[in-house]
Each structure stands twice: as C-alpha cells, then as structure tokens.
C-alpha cells in the first residue's frame, strides 16, 4: 500500500520569514499526483497546490512551492513571506491509480 | 458552481441512536469519498464510490457504519448504533475520475455522541 508521511506534527515560523513542511512518499507507480492541502480553523480542506510526478519542473502558486523529488520520493511544501493566516493544519496527499492517501498532517503557528 | 455540500452541519445524538450524514458532491464528480477527523487528527478513510463500480469499503471501521450513493449524485453515511468514539468530523469529497483531479471537500459534520 502507499503510504504518505509527515515527519514534522508541529512547525512555527514568524510571520513574514520562509517555513518548508516535509513530505515523502512511497509508492511503485511511475505516474502520479501530489497535492498539499491546507485546514484551517473553519475545518474546510483547501487546495494549495499540485505537483505531476511525470513533470520535473516545481509547481509553483503565488506564495507557495514545491521541491519535488522523484527518486527521493519527496514533495516538500515551501511558504514564504509567511502571513498570520497561512496558520492551519497542511496536508500532503498521493493521488495514484485507484488510489487516493493522505499524510497526517503538520501544524503550521505563524508568530506575529 | 456549487461545491460539495454536507448536511447537517452539526449532530448531536444520544449513545445508540442511528445517524445519517448526508453529502451532495459537485455536478459531474464521479468518485466519492468518506473520511473521519478527529479532533486535531487526520483524515481517516472510510469508503470510496467510483461512478457504478462497487465501493470499496475497507475504511469502515464496523459493520455498525454503511454507506450508500446513487449514481452519480447524492451520498449518505450512516452509522447506527452510535458510540462516544464515533464523535468526529465526517468529511466527504468528490472529484472527476482521472487521479489527476484533485478532491473537492465539503465543509464536513460535526458529530458529537453523549
């Protein structure tokens, strides 16, 4: 079975500095997805972005990035300029075929 | 469009009473999922639909849960029965069928068993 983890339960960083969330995977397909999902408070899951295992590039949206590493098995999530409202609870997930996992999340604190 | 709605927002039941959640995904999404969350936990896989494949089940944590969706449309999960530790959050999501698409979560049931 795939499984997805996330070896940090608990991050912090100040507000406007950079803070990266581990993820590593495993799995024996060769195509696949990764998504970071990010819950705050109001408990809605929001999408935050989406890596393609077959793209080398990282997948990049606004503040957020990946550092995808396919042979390492590894999809870290990168916030930068962190602002008070990126504090949530972040999770990774693998998207495969018929299969769909997540990690069991990280706590992000933004300090003000 | 819509997203994908859950009802009710909030339950409070007695120990032994039956409950049922229900889930409206977004037009189109032919998978479905169920996921638990417990408080300050992750999510917790409790059965899958993919269009008019068969379930699959294998998250459902007794047979004191079941699950049921027509088609392509509605959803319901209900649990009888119930038991202080079935007290979470039910999550349902939907998706179109490519692994490429990302879930789309509802906002969830909070449920509490006294």
């Known amino acids: 079975a795939q499984t997805v983890t996330q070896s940090q339960p608990e991050m912090s960083v100040q507000e406007a500095e950079t803070v990266t969330l581990s993820c590593t995977y495993d799995t024996s397909e060769s195509d696949y997805y990764l998504f970071w999902y990010k819950q705050p408070p109001s408990r809605q899951m929001i999408l935050v972005i989406r890596q393609e295992a077959y793209k080398q590039q990282n997948a990049t949206e606004n503040r957020f990035s990946v550092n995808f590493q396919k042979a390492a098995k590894s999809f870290s999530l990168k916030i930068s300029d962190s602002q008070l409202g990126d504090a949530a609870m972040y999770f990774c997930?693998?998207?495969?075929?018929?299969?769909?996992?997540f990690g069991a999340g990280t706590r992000l604190t933004v300090k003000p | 469009g819509a997203g994908v709605s859950q009802s009710p927002s909030n339950k409070v039941t007695e120990k032994g009473k039956d409950v049922e959640l229900r889930c409206d995904p977004i037009s189109g999404h032919t998978a479905l999922y169920w996921y638990r969350q417990r408080l300050g936990q992750g999510l917790e896989f409790l059965i899958y639909?993919?269009?008019?494949?068969?379930?699959?089940k294998s998250g459902l944590p007794s047979d004191r849960f079941s699950a049921e969706r027509t088609g392509e449309s509605v959803s319901t999960l209900t649990i009888q029965r119930t038991q202080q530790e079935d007290s979470a959050v039910y999550l349902c999501?939907?998706?179109?069928?490519?692994?490429?698409?990302?879930?789309?979560f509802g906002n969830g049931t909070r449920l509490t068993v006294t």
């Open positions: 999501a939907s998706s179109f069928r490519a692994y490429n698409s990302p879930l789309h």
């Open positions: 997930a693998y998207r495969g075929p018929g299969d769909m996992r």
């Open positions: 639909f993919q269009g008019n494949s068969a379930p699959d």
